[in-house]
């Protein structure tokens, strides 16, 4: 294939405004002690892994006050890295570390190319260690890891991120194993999300921030940051905690040292953001939204790509001072909140959102020029970010509405023929009693209908979709080894989210639990066409239903095949368990 874009000329991005703030002050010169690789070539380049860790345990051997360890493998073998920062030396302990002091655990680098919170969090852990920041550490316990995923981390490329200012370059989003981790939070494939599980449910963080660079339109912010929006949230009181506290003190400390934060920011139409911004329920997948689910109160950082690396790693640095310090004030505040969440059991839980008819609300934004101008390649209209600032607009935000609510169930049971949920739900944290011994149950259980697979694989995955609204109650026997899954605990409205099937990021949506849609046995024709007839010519109410149904389906009535597969499955020959979803909702523990 020819390359008619030289190698060595970088792909055109819009202008930028011309930014200096306070924070320019925490450069440390090239030549000074402890100057981070980035800092030494002027944010043009960030290290490779190698030197990332070798600054890191450099800073721990000279420094008591940091601490770093492995706390797991990528699949190609390289350490996951954690460091704490810590004047606290019993804090490691979890039995004897300080209960008053806020954890706040941060983590970069899930998506490489989008790596400024790595190289900020670097300059941070320096100036800790040298005593500029250690007042930071009074009240509150940094729990950093600074790359997710090594293996992405080391994919370097100067093409990896074309939309991107800087650094030069950039890792490949995606794992050694092809997987997007910041899609792997639920099911938990990769050995680093799996590693970050851990890290979540032994350190129990007070705070979750997840570092990351935008795509998209262009626009005056150069951080952006925010939680899963107040009416989806499962989790309220953190959400007002986030909203009230965490907000206004990291945005007004950040725009008090020269930036300018703002909220997350989704676009209708990312050429024409005036038509609206997205605002909208998001599946766990994400890790914020997964963090809601399970009432870690957890902020999104979306660093504005089209701002110079400079600019945002030093924003960064802000955010996460302005973390450390409102965390340690707070932590009281922020721990009943917890709380609250925690014992919050939602009786009608959402499981499926749909997008709003009408805008939510309205926000102020802070807008960039644009033309648009003809594209002989595209042959259509194209926008050109002109890199001026325009006066902030009020601006409609549109979000969702909920769709399929159920009342919430004691519990689920998982049959032993499902291993790989009950695996998962065990990683996560979530209490379940295994059984000794066969134990038959009242249950409700789903019949699926209208079977839809994804036109692609996604997450190494091909994902399933389907009508999970017709119920069966009944008595279902469950082997030895099968689990019963309580939702009356702290993780309950995870759980539910994992194993009910409509759900956007359940086991099921993602491919898992897809034995029910296997048909193993059948009858020849010969033997239920005239079965058929027979039905017909004896039960004319499935007259009815047959005659219905054709004059429904003009492809249905046309497919002999399909005509008699009809009547086998209104059969005693047909299997009952069939599109029957084999977890099943619990009626009585």
Known sequence: MTRPWPRDRRAPLPPVPEWHGETEDRIASPGGNWCTPAERDDFDTTPDYEETLAFIYALADASPLIRARTYGRTVEGRPLTLVIASSDHDMADAEKRSKSRARVLVQCGIHPGEIDGKDAGLMLLRDIAAGDREALLNECDLYFVPVVNPDGHERRSLFSRPNQRGPREQGWRASAQGLNLNRDFVKAESPEIRAMLTLFNTID??????????????????????FQDAPYTASPAINRWLEACYRPFVSADMTAVGHLPGPLILAMDDRRPELGLALPAFPPRFSHSYGDLRHLPSVLVENHSLKPVRQRVLGTLALLEATMRVASANVG??????????????????????????PVRE??????????????????????????????????????????????????????????????????????????????????MIRLDRIVLAPRVSERRVGVGADCTRVERRQRRFAAGSAYVPTDQPMGDLAIHMLEP??????????????????????????????????LAEDPELVAEFEAALDADPAFAADPV???????????????????????????P
């Open 502 to 535: 409509a759900c956007a990021d359940s086991l099921f949506a993602q491919g898992f639990v897809t034995g029910c849609l296997d048909q193993v046995e059948y009858m020849e024709a010969y033997v239920i066409a005239p079965m058929a007839d027979a039905m």
């Open 333 to 358: 505040d922020l721990r009943a909140a917890i709380e609250v969440d925690r014992r919050r059991r939602e009786p009608a839980p959402v499981l499926t959102w749909l997008a709003a008819a009408d």
């Open 205 to 226: 963080p007070d705070l979750f921030v997840d570092i990351h660079v935008t795509d998209g339109l262009d626009y005056q912010y150069d951080i952006t940051f925010g």
């Open 363 to 444: 926000t102020l934004f802070h807008p960039i020029a644009s033309e648009f101008y003809r594209s002989p390649a595209s042959g259509a209209e194209e926008v050109r970010w002109l890199g001026t600032p325009l006066p902030p607009v009020c601006t409609p935000v549109h979000g969702s509405t909920p769709g399929l609510r159920i009342a919430r169930p004691a519990g689920y049971w998982v049959p032993v023929s499902e291993p790989e949920v009950i695996e998962r739900l065990s990683r996560q944290g979530i209490r379940m009693d295994v059984l000794a011994e066969a134990r038959t149950a009242e249950v409700a």
């Open 562 to 588: 399909a005509r008699l597969k009809w009547f086998y499955l209104r059969s005693p020959y047909q299997d009952d368990d069939y599109l029957l979803y084999p977890i099943a909702r619990a009626i009585a």
